[in-house]
């Protein structure tokens, strides 16, 4: 069974970092590329950061640039995400999902696997 865990979310004042982790099992993504996607009350689900299979191209939404920064160890079939200069606004639930293309996209489509999520706060 292929499962995508995520962990490292919680409460964290304006200004503060997190750092989230994604482990994957039941398969290898290391030829996949990987994303994380937030969802806030309220809201639609949007992209956050992608990373290619290599983990040699990275995309990000504009609103995250600049404070965020995703990464990958294929061999420990894992993807972070950290998360400086954190805002209120950056507050949701964080998605790690697994693609079926080995290079990065910023929709939602290619993405087979997804994890249950990790709440981010925010508190301003």
């Known amino acids: 069974q292929v499962q995508l865990v995520e962990s490292g979310g919680g409460l964290v004042q304006a200004g503060g970092s997190l750092s989230l982790s994604c482990a994957a099992s039941?398969?290898?993504?290391?030829?996949?590329?990987m994303g994380w996607f937030r969802q806030a009350p309220g809201k639609e689900r949007e992209f956050v950061a992608a990373?290619?299979?290599?983990?040699?191209?990275?995309i990000y939404a504009e609103s995250v640039k600049g404070r965020f920064t995703i990464s990958r160890d294929r061999a420990k079939n894992a993807v972070y995400l950290r998360m400086n200069s954190l805002k209120a606004e950056d507050t949701a639930v964080y998605y790690c999902?697994?693609?079926?293309?080995?290079?990065?996209?910023?929709?939602?489509?290619?993405?087979?696997?997804w994890g249950q999520g990790t709440q981010v706060i925010v508190s301003s």
């Open positions: 990373i290619n299979w290599s983990g040699s191209k990275t």
């Open positions: 039941g398969r290898t993504f290391s030829n996949s590329a």
């Open positions: 999902a697994a693609s079926r293309r080995s290079e990065v996209d910023f929709s939602a489509d290619p993405y087979d696997y």
